[in-house]
């Protein structure tokens, strides 16, 4: 079975990561969505975000930090998610599928979905392991 991909943004604030929880669903996720057939990552990530949050990314500014492949929450197999960085117009805010969204840090752990913890503990608990300060977020998100 092929691995669901998806274009997903990845921002940061210190300890905190921005998550959605999307309909009755118990647990959060990254903002984006399942790339769709003829689309790039790119374009995925621009729609998700748009119909997600109301945001509008700069193209400009994305980049690709790095890509976790997990247990998918609510499908067999695994999902991969493309996680990208970059500025954004607009404060994020619940629409369309979302129904909250968040900036949650370990305390949350447990309502994270499953690719979601791998995320949080590869990236964000060993960078604030390796960091004096703890992370850094070297983009900042609003236009």
Same mark, same amino acid.
């Given at each position: ?10 921002? !940061? ?38 119909? !997600? ?41 619940? !629409? ?48």
């Amino acid at each position: 079975m092929d691995n669901l991909k998806c274009a997903c943004l990845f921002s !940061q604030r210190e300890n905190k990561i921005l998550l959605v929880r999307v309909r009755e669903n118990r647990h959060w996720y990254l903002p984006g969505g399942k790339i769709e057939a003829g689309e790039t990552p790119l374009q995925t990530l621009s729609r998700e975000l748009k119909e !997600q949050l109301g945001i509008e990314i700069n193209p400009a500014t994305v980049k690709e930090e790095f890509t976790v492949v997990g247990p998918a929450y609510d499908r067999a197999g695994n999902v991969e998610l493309l996680c990208f960085s970059g500025r954004w117009r607009n404060v994020p805010r619940p !629409q369309g599928e979302i129904r909250e969204v968040a900036w949650l840090d370990a305390a949350s752990y447990d309502i994270f979905a499953p690719a979601i913890k791998i995320l949080y503990d590869r990236w964000v608990r060993n960078q604030a392991r390796n960091t004096e300060h703890g992370p850094q977020n070297d983009i900042p998100q609003y236009e």
